[in-house]
């Protein structure tokens, strides 16, 4: 019981650095995008 209850721990932090890394990249499409559309 205390083993499952260690995997699903792991499973949500790894969920949480997933979508960090997600927000990261977006952000980083969305300020790229807009540096083009100043440049032009």
Do not use: E, K, T
Not at 8 to 31: K, N, P, Y
Request: charged share 10%; aromatic share 10%.
């Amino acid at each position: 019981m205390r083993n499952r209850l260690q995997v699903s721990f792991w499973g949500l932090r790894l969920d949480a650095q997933g979508i960090v890394a997600i927000a990261a990249a977006l952000l980083i499409v969305l300020v790229f995008a807009l540096l083009l559309a100043l440049r032009f």
